[in-house]
């Protein structure tokens, strides 16, 4: 079995640079084969852009998705992108550490997202969701926050962060993973990770202890619930009487203000 690891954090001996390190070894030790993308390291440009094609579809106007699909087609995706999609096309587990930055992903993981998941390869209008290419693989978000765990819960001042993480890992279920209920640890970077605890330990020696312990228990991890393809009409809206599962797809709308 193989599981990819990808990191998106400009420091290796950050807490995120550790819990990856963690994750390489938990998973070794259990007889996985690991791969790891370490995106700062490794130098990964995020920037999906002209300049990452010396031909073009249509030279007059970048159109990324033309470009992509284009390139796929052809096979002549950028070299750089080639290897990151191997790596995550050929995983059984994907794991992602990053810490929440103005409640979103850091802006390279972001860009690794817009230019490895390429449309004609990755993605496609007969290839996503149900059918996603990545349908039958496990993928799981590990999340760092600075506020504590009182604040980003739901009637916390920063806002629930299981919100916040709906929208950052909706991608990977579009490309079809099955999305592990994500862990979050909060109040890294703040007194968690400077006030030792009654144990003596550390808030994130304990962080990582429950973290190895979901790697551990892998099996035992729920999946994040989403509607099914045919969950939805012909215009791709929800049927009347599906299942709703958050308040992103709904029967009604749910927003305050309305
Ligand atoms: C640019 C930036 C934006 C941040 N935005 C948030 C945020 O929206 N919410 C939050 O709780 N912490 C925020 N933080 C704090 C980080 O999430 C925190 O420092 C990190 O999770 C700690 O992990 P690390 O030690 O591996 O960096 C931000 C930090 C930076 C540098």
Redesign the pocket.
């Known amino acids: 079995m193989k599981a990819h690891i990808v990191l998106a954090?400009p420091e290796s001996k950050?807490?995120?640079g550790q819990l990856a390190k963690a994750t390489r070894s938990t998973l070794q030790t259990a007889g996985w084969e690991v791969t790891l993308s370490d995106l700062y390291t490794d130098g990964f440009d995020p920037l999906e852009g002209p300049g990452h094609y010396q031909t073009r579809a249509d030279s007059e106007r970048f159109h990324a998705q033309t470009e992509q699909r284009f390139h796929a087609d052809n096979d002549s995706t950028p070299q750089d992108v080639v290897a990151e999609k191997s790596k995550l096309l050929q995983a059984d587990l994907l794991v992602v550490h990053f810490?929440?930055?103005?409640?979103g992903m850091p802006a390279m993981l972001k860009g690794w997202i817009d230019r490895v998941f390429v449309y004609g390869a990755v993605y496609r209008g007969q290839m996503r969701y149900d059918t996603g290419i990545c349908r039958d693989k496990k993928m799981l978000a590990c999340i760092?926050?600075?506020?504590s765990e009182a604040s980003?819960s739901f009637n916390g001042r920063?806002g629930d962060s299981r919100l916040h993480a709906w929208p950052l890992l909706f991608p990977f279920r579009y490309i079809g993973f099955d999305v592990l209920e994500p862990v979050f640890f909060h109040g890294?970077?703040g007194v968690a990770s400077i006030e030792a605890d009654e144990d003596g330990l550390t808030g994130t020696d304990l962080f990582m202890q429950q973290w190895v312990e979901v790697l551990t228990d892998l099996d035992d991890r729920g999946s994040t619930p989403y509607n099914t393809d045919d969950d939805f009409d012909e215009n791709k809206q929800l049927n009347p009487g599906a299942p709703v599962f958050g308040p992103f797809i709904s029967h009604r709308a749910n927003t305050p203000w309305d």
């Open positions: 954090h950050s807490f995120n810490p929440l930055w103005w409640f760092t926050t600075g506020a980003c920063e890294v970077g």
